[in-house]
């Protein structure tokens, strides 16, 4: 599984970016998915995930009510909405993936770092006060 993260950039504070991580290899409908970021000198964290059904997702605290992850396995894509933007926002945004595997697996959200086997390559995100 190769995932291509991309849509980073720099903005204002208060500005919104839409990051996409692309699949292939396998399909996304077959995936679990979760983003990170890891700011300078600090480890990686999480950020959302959602389930490889679609039905459920997870969100850090400090992202809550200001971002939203989704999935168009139609595009075999997953995406990450950004809005509201802060400076601590500023980081390396990765895309991770997971098989989820069957049935109720299907519905399972995860968070951890160490639970996805997969990894895109990141795309900076940059905001300015």
């Known amino acids: 599984v190769q995932l291509q993260a991309s849509g980073g950039g720099l903005v204002q504070t208060g500005d919104s970016l839409r990051l996409s991580c692309a699949a292939s290899g396998r399909t996304m409908s077959t995936l679990r998915v979760g983003w990170f970021r890891q700011a300078p000198g600090k480890e990686r964290q999480f950020v959302a995930a959602?389930?490889?059904?679609?039905?459920?997702?997870d969100y850090a605290d400090s992202v809550k009510g200001r971002f939203t992850i989704l999935r168009d396995d139609a595009k075999n894509t997953v995406f990450l909405q950004l809005s509201s933007l802060k400076p601590e926002d500023t980081a390396v945004y990765y895309c991770?993936?997971?098989?989820?595997?069957?049935?109720?697996?299907?519905?399972?959200?995860?968070?951890?770092?160490?639970?996805?086997?997969?990894w895109g390559q990141g795309t900076q995100v940059t905001v300015s006060s």
């Open positions: 991770a993936a997971g098989v989820a595997g069957a049935s109720f697996r299907k519905l399972i959200v995860r968070t951890r770092v160490d639970e996805y086997p997969y």
């Open positions: 959602i389930s490889q059904s679609g039905s459920n997702t």
